[in-house]
């Protein structure tokens, strides 16, 4: 007889698992897993342009579509190579404008915001004129624009400026505010000045804020830009994509019309991807958002 029994209506004990190790195969899954979803990030966008691509081929050679009309994708193609030395001086003009109209107002949303979070008094005082110059359409803020500032360039800045400067202000002033108020009460615990509360609580809370609001003010920046161009009629010299699309459609050369567009999308796509670098550059060590996820 055993020297140890099981008592009458005792349960049987509970016998730990042999091992903790993953079963045979599983981390392989895992890996191939991984590679298909980073593989269909790329590969299912891709795949989706280039099925566009070919149905617009196909509607225009199967209706006997004018070119002056709707060119095929071969004779825009063919346009970008022809008219490269005349738009890519105009797009190096429309991102310099982008650009510069984006660094302003990321300098100067972001230093109002950090006032904003100093002081209720001046938030309440000047949020609702950022508010106002965010709804207020371009177009129709333009025609005084032009009244009272002489330079063009200045004139596509401005436009490019205002549309941009509301998203990055928004955001971060969010975020500067949103920090957890029991870290709040725990810096005011151990004596912690303001400044020292804003450097290592608030800013650290706000930079996701900070970055979301710069991936959307960049693309914003580019359509002022590109508006303003528009309403302005800027021609030689100075003129970007926008000209180029007006002076194109003048001359029916469609062509040229669809490569300018093309341009302004690509510029747009590789300025969102530049910030999402950055956000991940800067966010991927610390924040939830960045760090990858264990599957």
Known sequence: MSAVSERAGEPAPIEAPTSARPAPGEAGESTRAAMLDRAAR????????????????????????????????????????DDWPVLSGALVNTLAITLLALI???????????????????EYSLFPIAVVLQVTPIVAVFPLINIYVDNTTAKLLICAWIVAFFPILSNTTLGLNSADRNLHALFDLYGANRWQTLRHLQLPAAMPYFLGGLRIAGGLALIGAVVAEFVAGTAGFGSGLAYRIIEAGYRLNTARMFAALLLISAAGVAIYLALSLLSHLVLRKWHESAIRRER
């Open 42 to 81: 790329w590969l299912l966008p891709v795949g989706v342009v280039v099925a566009l691509v070919v149905a617009w081929h196909l509607v225009v050679v199967v209706n006997d579509i004018p070119p002056y009309i709707l060119p095929g994708p071969g004779k825009v193609f063919q346009s970008l190579v």
């Open 104 to 122: 302003v107002a990321t300098l100067g949303a972001g230093g109002l915001a950090l006032l904003f979070s100093q002081s209720r008094l001046v």
